[in-house]
């Protein structure tokens, strides 16, 4: 069983910065970052392997957003860096623990999920 707790999110003006974190309980394997704005579907973000030695980003937030792990910590973050508006959403961790070789891109690709934290831009 694996146990994932999100948090970090809020309020921020357009081009500000936040920090998500992701606290996992057990042996969560590799974790990817999703979100989903109201009225549409949840949506890729960042993916990491468990080791930490790979990542995948949206083209949407390449450049701006980087995810990392600290497994001392079992924990995933998700520095957010000149944020927008188009980026309100609520985002939620994932993770795979099912020893798949690679990462995945897709929600079905994680067998668990946290319960959600609200990040909010304002112009």
């Known amino acids: 069983q694996v146990q994932l707790v999100e948090s970090g999110g809020g309020l921020v003006q357009a081009g500000g910065s936040l920090r998500l974190s992701c606290a996992a309980s057990?042996?969560?394997?590799?974790m990817g970052w999703f979100r989903q704005a109201p009225g549409k579907e949840r949506e890729f973000v960042a993916a990491?392997?468990?080791?930490?030695?790979?990542?995948y980003y949206a083209d949407s937030v390449k450049g701006r957003f980087t995810i990392s792990r600290d497994n001392s910590k079992n924990t995933v973050y998700l520095q957010m860096n000149s944020l927008k508006p188009e980026d309100t959403a609520v985002y939620y961790c994932?993770?795979?623990?099912?020893?798949?070789?690679?990462?995945?891109?897709?929600?079905?690709?994680?067998?668990?999920w946290g319960q959600g934290t609200q990040v909010t831009v304002s112009t």
């Open positions: 994932g993770a795979d623990s099912r020893g798949n070789p690679v990462f995945a891109t897709t929600g079905s690709g994680y067998n668990y």
């Open positions: 057990g042996r969560p394997g590799h």
């Open positions: 990491i392997s468990w080791s930490g030695g790979s990542t």
